[in-house]
Antibody, heavy 118, light 112 residues
Framework: QVQLVESGGGLVKPGGSLRLSCAASGFTFSDYYMSWIRQAPGKGLEWVSYISSSDSTIYYADSVKGRFTISRDNAKNSLYLQMNSLRAEDTAIYYC???????????WGQGTLVTVSS | DIVMTQTPLSLSVTPGQPASISCRSSQSLLHDDGTTYFYWYLQKPGQSPQLLIYEVSSRFSGVPDRFSGSGSGTDFTLKISRVEAEDVGVYYCMQGIDVPYTFGQGTKLEIK
């Protein structure tokens, strides 16, 4: 079954860290760029970061640059987002999405909720 | 950053009637390679977003043909020929020509 499953969300204090994971199955993970997108409670979608298939190209939104690190392990069919120096405004559902060139974000996970609060 | 502006922000439609959502980008989404990197997504209540339309007018796999996309450059439209109850949710446009990818504010479609 073609799917993405995120994990690792939870409650963390401001300034804390969290590592999100996204497990891919049912397709050749190493062939695809991957993205993280987030959605604050009751708000719209915000792209966070993407990584190329061989992790040679990585981009971040300005709002997370220097604090978040995207990575992948093609042998484990997994995508990661290391989030440091978390702020209240990072509170959101974080989705991973498959990002085939030109076709848009064509497969999304169910999301994992990150809450940053003291 | 490229700004994506959707109108209207909400829509109430009688089943069987058409609906239309517009999206305007702050700069052209036509790439030198000839591709226009513009997409439509639907987020149904309580669900993750799903891709409806890619490259302006191509329906993604499994998307009913009552959905159609059109436009060019900076102005784009999503049309639903006959709205059904299952079409409720929030529709987002997105540009993928440049990072950061940016989304429109979303258009909430409800059924009358």
């Amino acid at each position: 079954q073609v799917q993405l499953v995120e994990s690792g969300g939870g409650l963390v204090k401001p300034g804390g860290s969290l590592r999100l994971s996204c497990a891919a199955s049912g397709f050749t993970f190493s062939d695809y760029y991957m993205s993280w997108i987030r959605q604050a409670p009751g708000k719209g979608l915000e792209w966070v970061s993407y990584i190329s298939s061989s992790d040679s190209t990585i981009y971040y939104a300005d709002s997370v640059k220097g604090r978040f690190t995207i990575s992948r392990d093609n042998a484990k069919n997994s995508l990661y987002l290391q989030m440091n120096s978390l702020r209240a405004e990072d509170t959101a559902i974080y989705y991973c999405a498959r990002d085939p060139e030109g076709t848009g974000l064509d497969l999304w996970g169910q999301g994992t909720l990150v809450t940053v609060s003291s | 950053d490229i700004v994506m502006t959707q109108t209207p922000l909400s829509l109430s439609v009688t089943p069987g009637q058409p609906a239309s959502i517009s999206c305007r980008s702050s700069q052209s989404l036509l790439h030198d390679d000839g591709t226009t990197y513009f997409y439509w997504y639907l987020q149904k209540p309580g669900q993750s977003p799903q891709l409806l339309i890619y490259e302006v007018s191509s329906r993604f796999s499994g998307v009913p043909d009552r959905f159609s996309g059109s436009g060019s450059g900076t102005d784009f439209t999503l049309k639903i020929s006959r709205v059904e109850a299952e079409d409720v949710g929030v529709y987002y446009c997105m540009q993928g020509i440049d990072v950061p990818y940016t989304f429109g504010q979303g258009t909430k479609l409800e059924i009358k």
